[in-house]
């Protein structure tokens, strides 16, 4: 037989309704968060995540799914949501209209990684992109949508990271302090990083090997070279959070693996799982709507790994939703029922009760083994009494309780 392909998952029928649980928690938020849905393709030009992504990041480097299509164009799948969001902003006018513009998304992402848990090779992200506002507000805004739905998962031992990368002005004194650092040490790093001196040196802090992260330990820090500006927005956004109440950590070591971000960047990681522990990651990405072709514009966002979400809100014992179950079994006794069953139940579907009945032939007692099975709310036999009288036996089968109703009755006694 034919397997499902490495690092991909199935959602079985059995367990959906957790996603749908997940899904309808982000709907509900975004929509009083203001957030509206954009769905953009799930692939797109290879050059998009080259200029928009950043090609010494991981993901370009060594994680896209890369193509030539049939008339010969370099194609790849979403392996962000970010870029995409920025390419329909500018494709489709949306700087025109009135900022800041608030969108959100649930897309899959595909990345050739290497499977293991909390790592897939497609995940679904939710994400939010902010355009439009270069207030720090904008980033509170933004962290707090995270912050509100992971409490909502009844998520308790995640703590906020943030830090400042700093803007186009002061990243030149930081690379150039950087290159210094690395310089002298590059021999004990990974052959990755090596490129990454001269490209691209902040990339190198946010490399996973090991003996990198070991020499990456005492780099300079990106707070020491700040320039005013920036250190004002930073202490600005610090006070917003702790005016909401919002615990944080300054993480200066924190510079996560996408080239577009400026200043902001933060996290929320995990205490209950284990090695691949950050559930959420986004900052401030000034230059990526300009470096995509569009007019200057602000714009921030995050990206949240739904999967991973689910394992940390399991992890710390929430229960995602609840199975669905149909509200009612209606069993036909014997064969000439089987026909008036059927008509009984789509009556009862028409009325919004999930019912259902048998479709496999079966007896009376494989049908109330079955209906047992399926965990339904309420069971009832149809047989030629039932229909004589118009009355039936609802059993309920959480209680063990019986009532005779009449049949017309079964929807508004069911709740309908
Ligand atoms: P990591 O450092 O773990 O590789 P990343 O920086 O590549 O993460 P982002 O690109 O910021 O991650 O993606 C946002 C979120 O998506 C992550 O915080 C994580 O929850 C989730 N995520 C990223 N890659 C994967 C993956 N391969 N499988 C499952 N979830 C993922
Ligand atoms: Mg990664």
């Known amino acids: 037989m034919i397997n499902i392909p490495k690092g991909t998952k199935d959602v079985l029928p059995e367990e959906s309704y957790k996603w749908h649980y997940v899904e309808g928690l982000i709907r509900e938020l975004a929509r009083t968060y203001g957030w509206r849905e954009i769905r953009t393709p799930t692939f797109e030009h290879t050059e998009l995540f080259l200029r928009g992504v950043g090609e010494t990041t991981d993901i370009v480097n060594k994680e896209m799914y890369t193509f030539e299509d049939k008339g010969k164009r370099s194609i790849t799948l979403k392996c962000e949501g970010t870029a995409g969001a920025a390419r329909a902003f500018v494709e489709n006018g949306l700087e025109n209209q009135a900022q800041p513009t608030k969108?959100?998304?649930i897309t899959p992402v595909f990345r050739y990684e290497k499977p293991q848990s909390g790592?897939?090779?497609?995940?679904?992200?939710?994400?939010?992109?902010?355009?439009?506002?270069?207030?720090?507000f904008a980033e509170a805004e933004v962290i707090l949508t995270a912050k509100t739905l992971l409490n909502r998962l009844g998520i308790q031992e995640l703590v906020l990271h943030i830090n400042s990368i700093g803007c186009?002005?002061?990243?030149?004194?930081?690379?150039?302090?950087?290159?210094?650092?690395?310089?002298?040490?590059?021999?004990?790093?990974?052959?990755?990083?090596?490129?990454?001196l001269n490209k691209n040196p902040l990339r190198i802090l946010d490399c996973k090997v090991p003996e990198c992260g070991e020499v990456a330990k005492d780099a300079p820090s990106t707070l020491d070279y700040l320039c005013g500006d920036c250190v004002t927005h930073m202490e600005k956004l610090k006070s917003i959070l702790s005016g909401l109440n919002i615990p944080y950590v300054i993480n200066p070591r924190l510079?996560?693996?996408?080239?577009?971000?400026?200043?902001?960047?933060?996290?929320?990681?995990?205490?209950s799982i284990g090695a691949q522990s950050t559930v959420c990651?986004?900052?401030?990405?000034?230059?990526?709507?300009?470096?995509?072709g569009g007019k200057p514009t602000p714009a921030v966002g995050f990206g949240m790994g739904i999967e991973r979400l689910m394992m940390v809100a399991e992890a710390e014992g929430a229960s995602l939703g609840m199975p669905e179950r149909p509200d009612?079994?209606?069993?036909?006794?014997?064969?000439?029922?089987?026909?008036?069953a059927y008509l009984l139940v789509q009556e009862l579907r028409a009325k919004?009760?999930?019912?259902?009945?048998?479709?496999?032939?079966?007896?009376?007692?494989?049908?109330?083994?079955?209906?047992?099975?399926?965990?339904?709310?309420?069971?009832?036999?149809?047989?030629?009494?039932?229909?004589a009288s118009g009355r039936i036996k609802l059993r309920n089968m959480n209680n063990g309780i019986e009532e005779t109703i009449r049949l017309e009755d079964i929807a508004v006694r069911l709740g309908r």
Do not use: W
């Open 328 to 340: 009612i079994y209606i069993a036909p006794l014997g064969e000439e029922q089987i026909m008036p």
């Open 255 to 271: 510079v996560r693996g996408l080239d577009y971000y400026t200043r902001t960047v933060f996290e929320f990681i995990s205490q």
């Open 352 to 387: 919004g009760i999930a019912a259902e009945t048998d479709l496999m032939g079966r007896s009376l007692k494989a049908q109330m083994k079955y209906a047992d099975k399926i965990r339904t709310n309420y069971i009832a036999v149809l047989g030629a009494d039932e229909r």
């Open 119 to 136: 790592r897939l090779r497609e995940h679904h992200q939710f994400g939010v992109e902010l355009y439009g506002s270069d207030s720090p």
């Open 168 to 196: 186009p002005v002061c990243r030149k004194d930081y690379n150039a302090a950087l290159k210094d650092y690395f310089a002298s040490r590059i021999d004990r790093m990974c052959p990755t990083c090596k490129e990454r």
């Open 103 to 105: 969108m959100y998304y």
């Open 281 to 292: 990651g986004g900052g401030r990405y000034n230059n990526l709507v300009e470096e995509i």
